[in-house]
């Protein structure tokens, strides 16, 4: 599809007949060609229905401003509406914040490079300065800024200044816990990959801990995160299967291919608007 083109909605509301039809009828009536509708309903009936719609615009009769107010008075009041409008030619600027493990940076960073990712790096910020020169290699700037226990407090507030522009952040093996402050300045537009399945082995060695339980599956998490430790809405999950042969190092390696893939796909997921918070769960139409 036509990025300069293409519209997105997602839409949240009690189940009810006719949802369907006073949106594609509202798009219709006003030029729009609907290229993509995903729906999904929690109930048969009496539940909460949720929508991700594709549009196209270059034939609406509405601007985007009054496309919106228009679609608010004709259709979101009626049916008790949660929604949001968005554009793709608008492209999300995310920061990427990293310690020393470079492998979902990379993934990310080589994503990007490529078109794969819709998006622009707004910066890469870490607690060690190791990965400069493979940041710098993409032409995307990077910063050091050190965390320590006596400069936590200030060294958060220098990163709020360089996040300052972005829309998202990804934390591509990011070992340092952000405090509730921080978390709370970017409402369910933190990514986090975790390095394990959750919610087993949470905290840190998580493949010692798999190890040491014989587990036969590992696994990658990528979250939103929130106040609480690894308990935020889950968007993806990879698994692999491993044996009693698989040492903790093998099992690190596969853990950190299903990272970068996990990882890519929630930030993608993201970036298309594909995914609706409902609770402490997601809903992706992916």
């Not at 549009?55 to 949660?82: I, K, N, W």
């Not at 190791?130 to 060294?155: C, I, K, N």
Request: charged letters at 20%.
């Amino acid at each position: 599809m036509n990025v300069q083109t293409t519209a997105r909605l997602l839409i949240t509301c009690p189940d009810r007949p006719g949802i369907v039809s006073a949106v594609s009828s509202f798009f219709y009536n006003h030029g729009a060609n609907i290229t993509a509708l995903d729906q999904y309903a929690t109930q048969p009936e009496h539940g909460t229905y949720f929508m991700r719609l594709e549009f196209q615009t270059p034939h609406m009769d509405l601007s985007r401003h009054v496309l919106s107010t228009t679609f608010q008075e004709a259709v979101a009041d009626r049916y008790g509406m949660t929604w949001q409008l968005s554009f793709a030619a608008d492209r999300k600027r995310i920061a990427i914040m990293v310690s020393r493990h470079d492998h979902a940076m990379l993934e990310l960073l080589w994503r990007w490079s490529r078109q794969a990712l819709p998006c622009d790096i707004h910066a890469v910020i870490s607690n060690h300065p190791d990965l400069a020169d493979e940041v710098e290699r993409f032409g995307v700037p990077f910063h050091h800024v050190p965390f320590t226990a006596d400069s936590r407090e200030q060294s958060e507030a220098t990163v709020q200044s360089l996040l300052q522009g972005a829309d998202m952040v990804v934390l591509a093996r990011y070992m340092q816990i952000l405090s509730p402050a921080f978390v709370a300045a970017w409402p369910h537009r933190i990514i986090n990959i975790h390095h394990s399945f959750l919610p087993a082995f949470v905290g840190a060695n998580p493949y010692q801990q798999a190890y040491d339980k014989g587990v036969k599956l590992i696994g990658a998490t990528a979250h939103y995160v929130t106040a609480d430790l690894d308990q935020g809405p889950i968007i993806e999950q990879g698994v692999s299967r491993v044996s009693h042969r698989d040492d903790v190092e093998s099992l690190r390696a596969l853990g950190q291919d299903l990272e970068r893939q996990v990882l890519a796909r929630a930030v993608r997921w993201h970036l298309e608007d594909r995914i609706i918070l409902h609770g402490n769960k997601t809903i992706v139409f992916g």
